[in-house]
């Protein structure tokens, strides 16, 4: 089982660029993120499940640290409800 700093500390080894591709994986596919967060950690010799990987992202969520991750303006429009195209009628 791994802990809250453990997970951190898998996080802070990754670049930003990193966080924020899988920040956007994790809108657009949420097991996808999970499995491929737990792969990370594995190469790190942590073993995690999907169940703490969710709890440490609410968790660092609760504490706002997602705050200033980036993301693209196609992550953004989808998160924020953007046209789809068409006559922008939902």
Request: charged share 20%; with cysteine.
């Amino acid at each position: 089982m791994a802990t809250l700093q453990q997970f951190k500390g898998i996080r802070s080894s990754l670049s930003s660029d990193q966080q924020s591709s899988l920040y956007e994986q994790f809108i657009n596919d949420q097991d996808g993120a999970i499995n491929k967060m737990i792969s990370i950690a594995t190469e790190q010799g942590i073993t995690m499940t999907s169940d703490e990987v969710l709890g440490y992202l609410k968790e660092l969520d609760n504490d706002d640290e997602f705050d200033y991750i980036k993301l693209t303006a196609a992550t953004l429009s989808s998160i924020s409800g953007g046209s789809r195209g068409g006559s922008g009628n939902c």
